[in-house]
């Protein structure tokens, strides 16, 4: 298969598949594709050792890392403030309300020595400038062939080091006028990131948004992502003009993911209607699963969630407590649980092997194409 996509990055198949999980980049990758690195919750010193590994893994072949520096966040005209100082600015009714969540669904404290929160009360700002830099210098350090901010436009310090280092650039987009601004930045991609999609989105859907993007920003390639998680799909974004796609739901399941097992088993049975965009987890609208966790939040009566980064900060140490305790399927933090999640959810019905999906919507893409040549020559 040839496109701009596969050409720029000398892969089989235009798939890029990013997970947080280095099992899933290494496999995807070694499928043919590209698997891209969420390194947002990595410490300097984990993503050095996820790095190294998936370098062992994949051989040479091409592999990326995604960051986050959103173009709007608390303290951003001064690079970000520390997560003690924005820790102090959150209101004791929002702490009052994760308290009382706790207790309502019989959440267990954490046990004496075990630590809760790995964000709360540390130096650097989760999703800043200033936490993501040491996280760039490891990603350029190493062989990564493609670097990717997943909220706004990419930084000049992001673009300027990336290029001197060779490698390539991207940023997601939900809109075209993002689209236009991620080009002036300087990338080399765009992924056109339809509302269907997991984790960060907008409100249009990759139907509507992708034709927007690939006309709006004409020679730079664009690859269509939200909804996608099968060949069919596949062959849509490109007939309306991606060079690729840009997959990231669909892992959660596979044999190599590290979903939570309570949550894992509810992603394999949830329909497409069982997602929602959400502030309560990152500050910003994100899709995840819908559970008992985004109802309480989502209630009218309750506080609103505050904005990124402090919604995380404050609900950190909570979201460990119940992840710790979901294992139970019939407790109450079971039914709190959840995780970032598009709508394809509805046929990740099966768990298999990441290069099993990767084969899979290769052949279901080469079907669609072939049956719709075929509808054109009758």
């Not at 969630?305 to 950190?316: K, Y």
Request: charged share 20%; glycine share 10%.
């Amino acid at each position: 298969m040839k496109t701009a996509i596969t050409e720029m990055f000398d892969i089989d198949v235009p798939i890029l598949a990013f997970s947080h999980c280095r099992d899933v980049v290494a496999a995807v990758t070694k499928a043919g594709g590209m698997g891209v690195l969420g390194a947002v919750a990595h410490s300097p010193e984990s993503l050095e050792i996820d790095l190294e590994w998936i370098e062992s893994e994949v051989g040479g072949r091409p592999y990326g890392v995604d960051l986050i520096i959103p173009a709007k966040y608390e303290g951003s005209d001064a690079g970000g403030l520390t997560t003690r100082a924005i820790a102090e600015t959150i209101p004791p009714e929002h702490r009052a309300f994760v308290d009382e969540l706790l207790d309502k669904y019989d959440v267990p404290a954490m046990p004496d020595g075990e630590r809760g929160s790995s964000i709360a009360g540390g130096e650097e700002a989760l999703f800043s400038a200033s936490a993501a830099a040491p996280q760039l210098e490891i990603a350029l350090a190493f062989r990564s062939h493609l670097i990717v901010n997943a909220l706004g436009p990419p930084t000049t310090e992001m673009i300027e080091k990336s290029r001197a280092a060779g490698r390539r650039v991207g940023a997601l987009a939900g809109r075209p006028q993002h689209a236009e601004r991620h080009v002036n930045a300087g990338v080399d991609l765009v992924i056109a990131q339809g509302g269907e999609a997991g984790g960060h989105t907008g409100e249009i859907g990759s139907m509507v948004l992708i034709p927007e993007i690939v006309d709006a920003i004409p020679g730079t390639p664009v690859l269509g992502a939200g909804g996608i998680g099968r060949g069919r799909q596949m062959a849509a974004a490109m007939a309306l003009g991606a060079e690729g796609v840009w997959c990231g739901s669909v892992w959660l399941t596979t044999e190599e993911a590290e979903t939570h097992p309570t949550v894992k088993k509810k992603f394999l049975n949830a329909t497409s209607a069982d997602t929602i965009r959400s502030r309560s987890r990152t500050g910003k609208p994100a899709r995840q699963l819908r559970t008992a966790w985004t109802d309480e939040w989502e209630d009218p009566a309750t506080p609103m969630p505050l904005g990124m980064p402090a919604q995380p900060i404050l609900v950190d140490e909570a979201i460990a407590r119940i992840d710790r305790a979901a294992h139970q399927t019939d407790s109450g933090a079971a039914q709190l649980a959840n995780y970032f999640v598009g709508q394809i959810v509805g046929t990740m019905n099966e768990s298999k092997p990441a290069a099993q999906v990767v084969f899979d919507m290769v052949d279901e893409f080469i079907d669609a194409t072939r049956s719709l040549t075929d509808r054109m020559e009758r």
